[in-house]
C-alpha cells in the first residue's frame, strides 16, 4: 500500500454518502406514534365532553396528572424508560375506554325498572331495589374513576422509591446487596 494513502492525506478521499433522510418504516412508525397520541388526546376529551361537569371536574384533572407523573417518572427513571411509557399511555387508554363504555352501560341499565327486571327474571323486586342498583352504578363509576388515577401515581412514586430517582439498575442492586465502590456509607 502506498504510504501517502495509509497516512490518510487529502488526495485520498473515501466514498462516503450522508443523507439526511428518513426511510418510509421510520417515517410509518413515527406516524403512528403520533397518530395514537392524536386519538388518545381526542379520545380524552370526547370523554371529559360526556361527562360534562363531572368530566371537567375530575377527568380532566386526573388525566392530566396521569399524564404528568407518566412524563416526570420517564424523565428521571431512565432504566424503566419504555415500560413506563407504553403503561401510561395504556392506562390512560384503558381508563378512558371503561369510562366511555361504562356512561354506555350505565345509560342502557338505568332505565329497566323493578317491574321489568322481576318479569324478566320471573321473581318479584321491590321498587326499592331498582334504586339501589342505578346507586351501586353510580357509585361503581365514583370508585374506579377515582382509584384508578390514585393507583396509577402510586405505581409512578414506587419506581421513585425503588430507583431512587437517577439511580440506574446495577447501582440500586449493589446498594441492595451492600457493595459499594468507593463510596462512604451513609
Not at 321491590?126 to 361503581?140: K, R
Request: with cysteine.
Amino acid at each position: 500500500m502506498d504510504q501517502q494513502q495509509y497516512r490518510g492525506d487529502s488526495s485520498v478521499k473515501p466514498d462516503l454518502v450522508y443523507t439526511h433522510t428518513i426511510s418510509v418504516y421510520q417515517l410509518i412508525s413515527n406516524l403512528k406514534i403520533i397518530l395514537f397520541y392524536v386519538v388518545e388526546l381526542v379520545f380524552w376529551l370526547v370523554v371529559a365532553r360526556l361527562y360534562l361537569n363531572f368530566g371537567s371536574k375530575w377527568i380532566v384533572p386526573s388525566v392530566s396528572a396521569m399524564w404528568i407523573m407518566g412524563a416526570v417518572t420517564t424523565y428521571f427513571i431512565k432504566e424503566e424508560r419504555e415500560g413506563t411509557i407504553r403503561e401510561t399511555k395504556w392506562t390512560i387508554l384503558g381508563f378512558l375506554g371503561f369510562l366511555f363504555m361504562y356512561r354506555i352501560v350505565i345509560q342502557l341499565v338505568a332505565p329497566i325498572s323493578s317491574e321489568q327486571m322481576g318479569a324478566a327474571l320471573n321473581i318479584t323486586i321491590p321498587a326499592v331495589s331498582g334504586m339501589a342498583a342505578s346507586g351501586l352504578l353510580q357509585n361503581i363509576l365514583l370508585i374506579v374513576s377515582v382509584m384508578t388515577p390514585i393507583g396509577f401515581l402510586i405505581w409512578c412514586a414506587q419506581k421513585f422509591k425503588n430507583y431512587h430517582a437517577r439511580e440506574n439498575k446495577r447501582d440500586a442492586f449493589k446498594r441492595i446487596k451492600g457493595i459499594r465502590e468507593n463510596t462512604p456509607r451513609f
